[in-house]
């Protein structure tokens, strides 16, 4: 099966510490997206990255969240000191270019709790 | 901003009865739809799509309508299974095809 990959599926992380996501798109995908689902909410867009270059991360919070997605490697969504307000799903999706019915695919998502 | 409505939280539906989940958007650039299914624990599953040049597409049991003019789509399960129960979700892209999701109906079938 070479769908979407993330990893951890579980992420516990104190106050202040880092948390780092990873996703892997699916074969041949060169763009991935990352959501977040807060609690009882939809999906929130956050950043959409192409290969070595984030293309729109109009909805990451200006502080504290970065990502990238190298040549060679999975994506990471990084996000440094933690806050409880950062407990959250957080899903990647990958689709393989824009233009047209371009569905994206999701990962099974990271769920982060901090402490 | 919500660009994207569900506004049903939850429905309950009879096995074998017609589950009808309903989407607003306020945003007329929109110009393509996707509903989504979601299982707890996993991500969302693509379901069906309706570009905005149709007002109908159907795939299986599965059927999306679209009023441009109410901005208003719906999903339609006939018949409705047990596997059916989960949590559906419309988008919509925007831009660069980022999506913009609505807060998703939790879909329940009573066996």
């Known amino acids: 099966n070479a769908g979407v990959m993330q990893n951890p599926r579980h992420l516990v992380r104190r106050r202040g510490q880092e948390a780092r996501l990873r996703c892997s798109p699916m074969?041949?995908?060169?763009?991935v997206y990352w959501y977040r689902q807060l609690p009882e909410e939809g999906l929130k867009f956050m950043v959409y990255?192409?290969?070595?270059?984030?293309?729109?991360e109009s909805g990451m919070p200006k502080e504290r969240f970065s990502a990238e997605f190298p040549k060679e490697g999975p994506s990471i969504l990084r996000i440094q000191q933690v806050v409880r307000g950062d407990s959250a799903a957080y899903f990647c999706?990958?689709?393989?270019?824009?233009?047209?019915?371009?569905?994206?695919?999701f990962g099974p998502g990271t769920r982060l709790t901090v402490l | 901003d919500q660009q994207v409505k569900q506004n049903s939280p939850s429905l309950s539906v009879q096995e074998g009865r017609i589950s009808i989940l309903n989407c607003d958007y306020t945003?007329?650039?929109?110009?393509?739809f996707l509903w989504y299914k979601k299982y707890p624990a996993e991500g969302p599953t693509f379901l069906i799509s309706?570009?905005?040049?149709?007002d109908k597409n159907e795939d299986g049991r599965f059927t999306v309508f679209l009023n441009k003019s109410a901005k208003h789509l719906s999903l339609h399960i006939v018949p409705s299974q047990p596997g059916d129960s989960a949590v559906y979700f419309c988008?919509?892209?925007?831009?660069?095809?980022?999506?913009?999701f609505g807060t998703g109906t939790r879909l329940t079938i009573i066996p």
């Open positions: 990255l192409q290969k070595e270059n984030i293309i729109d």
């Open positions: 999706a990958s689709s393989p270019g824009i233009g047209g019915e371009n569905e994206q695919f």
């Open positions: 988008a919509a892209p925007f831009g660069n095809e980022k999506l913009t």
């Open positions: 945003n007329s650039m929109f110009d393509y």
């Open positions: 309706i570009s905005s040049i149709k």
């Open positions: 074969k041949g995908h060169s763009h």
